[in-house]
């Protein structure tokens, strides 16, 4: 797929949501190309800086830029052909089939009613390949198990041909092996990646840059050997943390703790 990479920085950034401040004064910038983890407990922010990153949420503060310029003065379908993302929680009012579905990420290329051409097919097919959801084309997308939706889903956003992919929870409902599959292929797309992750292990294997987040700030930002140390992961987690295994597949064995 011809995929380019775009950096992308926040200077500043805080989001409000109702009466919470959920986000506060974090401030980060990820290389054209690199893969950013971002990591932190439930309630941290994650989601909520996956959606200010691609203009879902208005900050009260700060700023987003991509390639140097503001997120705000990116018109939209410029936005859509820069930046795709894979939410949590898709919603869908009716059964499309996964061709289908996987052909709406080429939406922002095309003027309103045009039709498909072929260079939209061979996209789709090859954003199915990479997402390891070929065999799945024909099948009505309500039919597929929680795992298949989710790489129908990636595929959709690898058709945008995107710079920057944001991901949030890209391995919700995948199997092992199926996380360790996705995040690989993710890995070597060659685009610039800012993914939500719970998984600490896949974190620091495959990320260039994590960001950690609690209670809405930044707690560390940069390699993954300096940012999930035993004593920030006790400290932001709660838990007592070792690396184990071989240096080029570390997992972490955790136990709870007390931080302080």
Same mark, same amino acid.
């Given at each position: 797929?011809?995929?380019? !990479?775009? !950096?992308?920085?926040?200077?500043? $950034? /805080?989001?409000?949501?109702?009466?919470?401040?959920?986000?506060?004064?974090?401030?980060?910038?990820?290389? %054209?190309?690199?893969?950013?983890?971002?990591?932190?407990?439930?309630?941290?922010?994650?989601?909520?800086?996956?959606? !200010?990153?691609?203009?879902? =949420?208005?900050?009260?503060?700060? /700023?987003?830029?991509?390639?140097?310029?503001? $997120?705000? /003065?990116?018109?939209?379908?410029?936005?859509?052909? &820069?930046? %795709?993302?894979? &939410?949590? #929680?898709?919603?869908?009012?009716?059964?499309?089939?996964? *061709?289908?579905?996987?052909? $709406?990420?080429? /939406?922002?290329?095309?003027? @309103?009613? !045009?039709?498909?051409?072929? %260079?939209?097919?061979?996209?789709?097919?090859?954003?199915?390949?990479? %997402?390891?959801? +070929?065999?799945?084309?024909?099948?009505?997308?309500?039919? =597929?198990?929680?795992?298949?939706?989710? &790489?129908?889903?990636?595929? &959709?956003?690898?058709?945008?041909?995107?710079? $920057?992919?944001?991901?949030?929870?890209?391995?919700?409902?995948?199997?092992? *092996?199926?996380?360790?599959?996705?995040?690989?292929?993710?890995?070597?797309?060659?685009?610039?990646?800012?993914?939500?992750?719970?998984? =600490?292990?896949?974190?620091?294997?495959?990320?260039?840059?994590?960001?950690?987040?609690?209670?809405?700030?930044?707690?560390?930002?940069?390699?993954?050997? #300096?940012? @999930?140390?035993?004593?920030?992961?006790?400290?932001?987690?709660?838990?007592?943390?070792?690396?184990?295994?071989?240096?080029?597949?570390?997992?972490? +064995?955790?136990?709870?703790?007390?931080?302080?």
């Amino acid at each position: 797929m011809g995929v380019g !990479a775009a !950096a992308v920085e926040a200077e500043g $950034l /805080s989001v409000r949501l109702g009466e919470r401040l959920v986000l506060r004064d974090v401030a980060f910038a990820v290389p %054209a190309g690199a893969f950013c983890a971002v990591v932190g407990p439930n309630g941290s922010g994650k989601t909520t800086l996956v959606r !200010a990153l691609y203009r879902s =949420l208005a900050p009260e503060a700060g /700023s987003v830029r991509l390639d140097g310029a503001p $997120l705000s /003065s990116i018109p939209r379908r410029a936005l859509g052909q &820069r930046v %795709a993302v894979l &939410r949590q #929680e898709p919603e869908l009012a009716f059964d499309f089939s996964v *061709r289908e579905l996987v052909l $709406l990420g080429r /939406s922002p290329y095309k003027g @309103l009613l !045009a039709p498909d051409g072929p %260079a939209d097919a061979r996209v789709v097919a090859e954003s199915l390949a990479l %997402a390891d959801a +070929s065999e799945l084309a024909e099948r009505g997308f309500l039919t =597929l198990s929680g795992g298949e939706k989710q &790489r129908v889903l990636l595929a &959709r956003a690898l058709a945008q041909e995107p710079a $920057l992919l944001l991901l949030d929870e890209p391995t919700n409902h995948l199997d092992l *092996r199926h996380q360790l599959d996705i995040v690989t292929r993710i890995r070597n797309l060659g685009c610039t990646v800012v993914a939500a992750l719970h998984q =600490l292990d896949l974190a620091q294997r495959f990320a260039d840059r994590v960001l950690m987040l609690h209670q809405g700030r930044v707690a560390a930002f940069g390699p993954p050997d #300096e940012v @999930l140390t035993p004593a920030r992961i006790l400290e932001v987690f709660g838990v007592r943390a070792e690396r184990v295994g071989p240096p080029d597949a570390p997992a972490f +064995s955790v136990r709870p703790g007390e931080a302080g």
